[in-house]
T-cell receptor
Framework: KAGVTQTPRYLIKTRGQQVTLSCSPI?????VSWYQQTPGQGLQFLFE???????NKGNFPGRFSGRQFSNSRSEMNVSTLELGDSALYLC?????????????FGQGTRLTVV | QKEVEQNSGPLSVPEGAIASLNCTYS??????FFWYRQYSGKSPELIMS????GDKEDGRFTAQLNKASQYVSLLIRDSQPSDSATYLC???????????FGKGTTLSVSS
C-alpha cells in the first residue's frame, strides 16, 4: 500500500515569491492535515481538510492557505514568502473518526527561502 | 492553550537497556495519544497509539496512559542503536482537530 506522497521534496525560493506544495494521501484516507516543523517551534498545525472542506486551522497568517480536491489530494500555498517560512512542511493523512485516528506522515517538503 | 511537555534530553541508555520516555499534557479532553519516532532529516513515523488507560504493548514498545495524572509514557525494551532518534508525543481531541505535539525527546542508545 503506497504511503503519503509529497512533492516536491526540496524547494528553494526567494523572498516575496509564492510556493505550492502537493500531498497525495494514502488510498482511502480522506482527512489531510498540514504541519510546519522548525527547530525552534517543533511541529505546528497549519490546517486540516476533509471532504474538500477545511475543518480546522492553526494560528498562521493568511499567507498560508490550502485546498483539497475530490480525490482527497491536497495542496498548500504560501504567498509572499518570508525568510521565517523556511521549514519542513509535512502532510499527514488519516481515516477520519472519533477520536482522532492514526495519522501517517509523508516525507515532507523542505522549503528554503533566501 | 493545549500543551504537551516532554523532556528534550538527550536520554542516553546502553544497548539492551530499557528506555523510558515521558510526556505530560494539559488538556483533560484529549482522547487519543500517539508516539512518533523521527530520525534526523526524516519525517515522523507512527510507532504507537493508545486510547484507554493502562498499558499497550507492541513488540519491544509499551505505551502507558494515565488520564487521571495526565501523562503518557513509552518504554522501549532491549534498546538498540537503531532506536536512536527523537520521539514525539502527540495528542488528539475530537475528529478534525489538530494533533498537538511535544517538542520531542532525543534518545541515544550506545553500543
Amino acid at each position: 500500500k503506497a504511503g503519503v506522497t509529497q512533492t516536491p521534496r526540496y524547494l528553494i525560493k526567494t523572498r516575496g515569491q509564492q510556493v505550492t506544495l502537493s500531498c497525495s494521501p494514502i488510498s482511502g484516507h480522506r482527512s489531510v492535515s498540514w504541519y510546519q516543523q522548525t527547530p525552534g517551534q517543533g511541529l505546528q498545525f497549519l490546517f486540516e481538510y476533509f471532504s474538500e472542506t477545511q475543518r480546522n486551522k492553526g494560528n498562521f497568517p493568511g499567507r498560508f492557505s490550502g485546498r483539497q480536491f475530490s480525490n482527497s489530494r491536497s495542496e498548500m500555498n504560501v504567498s509572499t514568502l518570508e525568510l521565517g517560512d523556511s521549514a519542513l512542511y509535512l502532510c499527514a493523512s488519516s481515516l477520519p473518526g472519533q477520536p482522532n485516528t492514526e495519522a501517517f506522515f509523508g516525507q515532507g517538503t523542505r522549503l528554503t527561502v533566501v | 492553550q493545549k500543551e504537551v511537555e516532554q523532556n528534550s534530553g538527550p536520554l542516553s541508555v546502553p544497548e539492551g537497556a530499557i528506555a523510558s520516555l515521558n510526556c505530560t499534557y494539559s488538556d483533560r479532553g484529549s482522547q487519543s495519544f500517539f508516539w512518533y519516532r523521527q530520525y534526523s532529516g526524516k519525517s515522523p513515523e507512527l510507532i504507537m497509539s493508545i486510547y484507554s488507560n493502562g498499558d499497550k504493548e507492541d513488540g519491544r514498545f509499551t505505551a502507558q496512559l494515565n488520564k487521571a495524572s495526565q501523562y503518557v509514557s513509552l518504554l522501549i525494551r532491549d534498546s538498540q542503536p537503531s532506536d536512536s532518534a527523537t520521539y514525539l508525543c502527540a495528542l488528539g481531541g475530537q475528529a478534525g482537530t489538530a494533533l498537538i505535539f511535544g517538542k520531542g525527546t532525543t534518545l541515544s542508545v550506545s553500543s
